[in-house]
């Protein structure tokens, strides 16, 4: 199963990339400093998510890895 990262999403403008841009800020806190404004013949790329961890069992969800 194929599972994109919005870590890391990019707008392309022509063969360039524009911008990478983090969505979890926008997602989690609301925050829209990264504003961009799409133009016509953009592109949006969300990338494949290379790395994925499970947690099992028990855990504090505050503490940090």
Known sequence: RDIGSLRRVEIRRG???ARTIDLY??????ETGSDTRLL???S???PEKLVQT???GQWNPT???
């Open 63 to 65: 503490a940090r890895l």
């Open 54 to 56: 499970r947690v099992a």
């Open 44 to 46: 949006i790329l969300v």
């Open 40 to 42: 016509s013949g953009d």
């Open 15 to 17: 063969k360039a990339v």
């Open 25 to 30: 800020d926008f997602l989690l806190k609301g």
